[in-house]
């Protein structure tokens, strides 16, 4: 069975790419275009991973992280967080919403896609 990704992110390109590479190593990946879009996935899809943008429409990345934790179904789903260079977020408030790493803009799909191996437990060869 393979494992199942929530990518939110407004802008389309960033989404074709993190998509096409995730699905080429083998995840099922679903896209959300803004904070809340990827907040009813989460919770209805149940991912093993959420991949999400800070800066976005409706709901930033880090409220969605922090709501996440406030659902039982959301709340043990571990985020990578895609930054714009140099916006910091605070270690505490990583921790408190759930964000394993955060990784700056632009970033490289194969680094994306390595974080996510490793986050989820896979060998890089089974998945490429």
Do not use: W
């Amino acid at each position: 069975m393979s494992k199942k990704i929530v990518a939110a992110d407004d802008e389309a390109h960033i989404l074709h790419v993190l998509s096409m590479k995730l699905r080429n190593a083998g995840y099922e990946v679903l896209t959300a275009v803004d904070g809340e879009e990827a907040l009813e996935l989460c919770l209805s899809e149940k991912p093993d991973l959420l991949i999400t943008d800070y800066q976005m429409p409706i709901m930033s990345g880090l409220e969605l992280c922090k709501e996440l934790r406030t659902q039982e179904a959301g709340k043990n789903i571990p985020a990578i967080m895609l930054t714009a260079r140099g916006f910091d977020i605070e270690p505490k408030e990583m921790i408190e919403a759930g964000i394993a790493t955060v990784l700056a803009k632009p970033f490289s799909p194969r680094e994306v896609l390595a974080k996510v191996n490793d986050l989820l437990g896979v060998e890089a060869a089974a998945v490429e």
